[in-house]
């Protein structure tokens, strides 16, 4: 039997994971004797020649329910159901697929936010977007699409290894991220950690122009998601700038930042950008800090002046 699409494979793997096979890996050879896929289909590769296309489309299936909240990571590549998911799998459905994850709210967010579209009959239930088929848009929009859905599911990715990084290890990350960004000038002389002990609520200092005469300070909290940065640690990190003659900082979490936070910034002299996962993670994607082009794709028109007729002829 062909290799199943990605939809087709949602809840077996949803109940695999429930079984507690926590990795795709895993739950590979069951889906192979479930579906009986034949030797040569499962070891069917992508062009790329680095994944197989049975591996590629069970980890879509579950990156999908994780944008539902149906599956949580626990760790790096293994995940466990939420009690959404749980919830589901008791109403013994026959299928799921995109159409039972707009049911989540969570799933319509993530559409939103990543500006797709799903082919429906009707309007995204509760979302913005009204239904617009596949055939309707234009070669250049499907390909808009595919690559903001593959930078969403990159940006989670990063977001994964970056909990589980050693907090020295991360603080280097957001200097290399601003390195890589123009500040320092390019010189790794130019920006540098601070001691792991008494840094004074300072991670890290960045110098601005190639003189080093302005210094940015960094602070940097790998937080999960849930653990939102509030307004008392950013008057922490307004003190130590003011500490060190300091008028400049950039505050990263992996988190997010309360109202509460952002709105004290208004309040201060000081200027302070303030990075939350989501942004940290697309910033490391344009400014390609922990990634690598895996492929590239050039979208070609017309050369005009070509075709041209020459001048005087």
Not at 67 to 77: D, E, K, M, T
Not at 147 to 171: G, T
Request: aromatic content about 6%; hydrophobic content about 40%.
């Amino acid at each position: 039997m062909a290799v199943p699409d990605f939809q087709t494979l949602m809840l077996p793997v949803l109940r695999l994971i429930a079984s507690g096979h926590e990795t795709i890996p895993r739950c590979l050879p069951s889906l192979i004797d479930e579906f009986s896929i034949s030797p040569e289909e499962a070891g069917a590769l992508l062009p790329s020649g680095k994944q197989t296309v049975l591996a590629n489309r069970a980890h879509w299936a579950r990156n999908y329910m994780s944008q539902a909240g149906l599956v949580r990571p626990i760790r790096r590549g293994h995940y466990e159901l939420t009690n959404e998911g749980r919830a589901l799998l008791a109403t013994q459905p026959k299928r799921i697929d995109k159409e039972t994850l707009l049911g989540f709210p969570q799933f319509r967010e993530w559409i939103s936010r990543s500006n797709l579209r799903i082919d429906q009959p009707e309007p995204l239930p509760g979302g913005p977007h009204a239904a617009i088929s596949v055939d309707e848009t234009t070669p250049e929009a499907r390909i808009e699409e595919a690559h903001e859905l593959l930078n969403n599911a990159l940006a989670d990715e990063l977001l994964s290894l970056m909990q589980e990084m050693d907090p020295v290890r991360f603080e280097q990350l957001i200097l290399d991220l601003l390195g890589a960004m123009g500040y320092g000038s390019g010189d790794v002389g130019k920006r540098m950690t601070t001691k792991a002990t008494g840094d004074g609520g300072i991670d890290g200092i960045i110098h601005g122009d190639a003189l080093g005469l302005d210094a940015v300070y960094i602070q940097a909290k790998r937080y999960a998601a849930e653990n939102r940065i509030s307004r008392p640690a950013i008057q922490q990190f307004v003190g130590s700038l003011t500490g060190e003659g300091a008028t400049k900082g950039v505050f990263v979490t992996t988190s997010d930042f309360s109202g509460e936070a952002r709105a004290y910034l208004t309040k201060v002299q000081h200027r302070i950008v303030l990075i939350n996962g989501r942004e940290l993670a697309r910033m490391m994607i344009l400014h390609g800090v922990g990634v690598r082009a895996r492929r590239v794709y050039a979208v070609k028109s017309v050369d005009e002046d070509y075709f041209a007729d020459p001048a005087g002829l």
